[in-house]
């Protein structure tokens, strides 16, 4: 796998429009395809509930794969120009559903990767299954949202290991804009939706260890996901 390109990544930074990381953090508007870095993804900028909006989506390929069984998880990520991240907090607005002809399994899979290393074979991640927050089943409402690392940590590893330990509940509607909030110390993480006070999951064992990498968009297989409002603090 090819590293990526980082000296041109951290030069898209002022042709992105984005802020400087430190004391008034880094922002993204993600009203342009411009330098961003899509894997496995298609990527393009579009008018979604009342806002300019990244649209992101699997390419055919990454979904035909999983659909057949060649693959964990599928899907894809996008990785933000000039975006390295050690501790502090990522916000950003997101919206996930199930892509129109995708299979039964998909659940609108939506969420950020953080400390993606220098080749994108390795990374964290939350993301939220909007299909899952008002299903009639409850075992599926516990796995509204997910923590998981890539590759070693996938959800179905974590899930059959730790039972419970990596998800848990939140009310979400497919298709809607859900404001989602990451918080990064040292090897603990913790996930806030929708301006809640509480998180919705806690990590204390991130499985990179206290590293620091880039910051990507990530989606799974059969999603059809937009990106907002992406901000990043120390």
């Not at 890539?150 to 959800?155: A, S, V």
């Not at 064992?205 to 990498?213: E, Q």
Request: include cysteine; glycine fraction near 10%.
């Amino acid at each position: 796998m090819n590293p990526f390109p980082w000296s041109a990544i951290a030069a898209g930074v002022f042709a992105c429009g984005i802020l400087p990381l430190g004391c008034f953090g880094q922002t993204f508007a993600l009203d342009s395809t411009k330098g961003l870095h899509p894997r496995d993804v298609t990527i393009d900028v579009t008018s979604y509930e009342g806002r300019k909006a990244l649209r992101v989506m699997p390419t055919p390929e990454a979904d035909t794969a999983w659909e057949a069984g060649k693959t964990v998880s599928g899907g894809g990520i996008v990785v933000l120009p000039g975006a390295m991240f050690h501790n502090g907090t990522i916000e950003l607005d997101v919206s996930g559903k199930p892509r129109a002809g995708a299979v039964a399994d998909a659940r609108g899979f939506v969420g950020v990767a953080f400390r993606v290393n220098a080749d994108a074979s390795k990374y964290n991640c939350f993301y939220i299954r909007p299909t899952n927050g008002r299903a009639e089943d409850q075992l599926r409402r516990n796995h509204a949202v997910q923590y998981m690392s890539f590759p070693d940590y996938e959800w179905s590893r974590l899930r059959k290991e730790t039972p419970g330990k990596y998800e848990s509940y939140a009310d979400l509607v497919p298709g809607e804009w859900t404001k989602i909030k990451i918080e990064v110390n040292g090897e603990k993480a913790r996930l806030y939706v929708n301006g809640a006070s509480q998180p919705v999951l806690m990590v204390n064992d991130l499985k990179l260890g206290d590293s620091k990498g880039a910051v990507a968009l990530w989606i799974g297989v059969g999603t059809e996901a937009y990106f907002a409002n992406l901000r990043l603090s120390e």
